[in-house]
Structure formats: C-alpha cells, structure tokens
C-alpha cells in the first residue's frame, strides 16, 4: 500500500501536471486499468490508453487552473481532495467550486480509479 506522503504528493502532481499541462507526468500517475469518472454521472474514461486520448483532450480544452482547498484527506489507498477549478467553458472562463475528487490507488502508488462530484453544469 502506498504511503501517505505519496498519496499526498500524487495529489499535488496532478494538479500541476494538469495546470502545466504537463501529459507525460499526469499519465504516468495512472495504473493501466484506471477509471475515471469526471464529473460522475457524466463522463466515464476507462484504460490509459483512452485517458491519453480522450481524457487528455478534454483536459487540454478545459485549461484547468486546479487549487487544493483543503489538505487532502487520506484513509488506507483512496484519498479525497477539495477543490477549486478555473476551466474554459462555452467560450469564457468559469469557476466551479468545490470539486470533489476520490482517488484509489493500487499497491504500486498508481491511481486506479479517479471519481470527481462537483455542480456541473
């Protein structure tokens, strides 16, 4: 099981890969059968070969500015984190705020599922 530091940190580099729009390390994050749901209910994004495809594109559209709120919570291998996102949306900037994200991660460190629950819409 990873430590809480590293779930901690995994936490922080996700969100400055996704604010640097930085690929390489977000998808380096993520066991090869990961799961994201973000937002739940909406969107669904299973493997990492679709995360790097179409989960990235949605990323590089949004051009998310991601801001921890709270210290992350972490109990075992899942964690939440609160947060705020400033994010393109139907031609300007808005920001939906709180985000928030459970992670589960596998014994290797790697996220294996990523679920976001925020007022979408």
């Known amino acids: 099981m990873p430590s809480r530091e590293h779930i901690v940190e ?23 059968d990961i799961v994201i749901e973000d937002p739940v209910g909406v969107t669904t994004t299973t493997g990492i070969e679709a ?6 594109a949605s990323v590089e559209n949004a051009q998310p500015k991601l801001k921890l709120l709270e210290d992350a919570i972490v109990c075992g291998n899942e964690a939440i984190a609160i947060l705020e ?7 300007g900037r808005v920001t939906i705020s709180p985000i ?4 589960t991660y596998n014994d290797a460190g790697k996220v294996r599922s990523l679920r976001s629950f925020m007022n979408y819409g």
């Open 10 to 32: 995994a936490i922080n580099t996700h969100c400055r890969a996704e604010n640097t729009l930085d690929k390489e390390t977000y998808i380096a994050l993520f066991a090869d």
């Open 51 to 56: 995360v790097a495809r179409d989960f990235w």
């Open 85 to 91: 996102a400033e994010i393109n949306h139907d031609g």
């Open 100 to 103: 928030v994200v459970h992670f």
